[in-house]
């Protein structure tokens, strides 16, 4: 079956089972690496895509489902290559590991900032609550994007 699905702004046809999980269609037959699929559970969120806007585990959504639908992968979020200032202030304040639950932070963090802008910090971590990382802990995301937004709890 061929689906036509719209990915960071372009029209892109895969052509397979419309059952597949988005995050194995971004990864395998768009090359879009950035979602990693890591529980398959949709509990880590490891592989968050916006989907109309809202940060979805892409693991968890069937590529037909998707049909119709605006996708944005972290390949989408920055303009003509550039990264967008959260990714900057937290490539700033050495945040990443290993990287893997990194592209799914953005994704989520991208997402929440534009609701609120300038969150608290108890905001932020009930923000991050479906982002699993097992290895950098929170506190440094958490000071970056406090930074980001000018928060008064940034010196904490």
């Not at 194995?24 to 969120?45: I, P, S």
């Not at 991050?128 to 970056?144: K, P, Q």
Request: glycine letters at 10%; a negative charge; hydrophobic letters at 40%.
């Amino acid at each position: 079956m061929t689906l036509s699905l719209t990915i960071n702004g372009e029209e892109r046809l895969f052509y397979g089972d419309p059952m597949t999980p988005l995050v194995d269609v971004l990864r395998e037959a768009m090359l879009l690496t950035g979602a990693k699929a890591v529980c398959r559970e949709g509990f880590c969120g490891a592989c968050m895509v916006h989907i109309d806007g809202v940060p979805t585990p892409s693991c968890l959504k069937p590529s037909g489902l998707a049909v119709g639908c605006e996708i944005t992968s972290i390949e989408g979020l920055g303009i003509e290559g550039e990264v967008t200032p959260l990714q900057q202030i937290l490539e700033d304040h050495d945040v990443v590991q290993c990287g893997m639950c990194f592209p799914g932070m953005v994704m989520t963090l991208t997402a929440y900032l534009k609701d609120n802008p300038a969150p608290t910090r108890d905001e932020i971590k009930q923000a991050l609550v479906g982002n699993i990382c097992r290895c950098t802990g929170y506190e440094r995301i958490i000071d970056a994007v406090l930074s980001l937004t000018n928060g008064v709890e940034a010196a904490q």
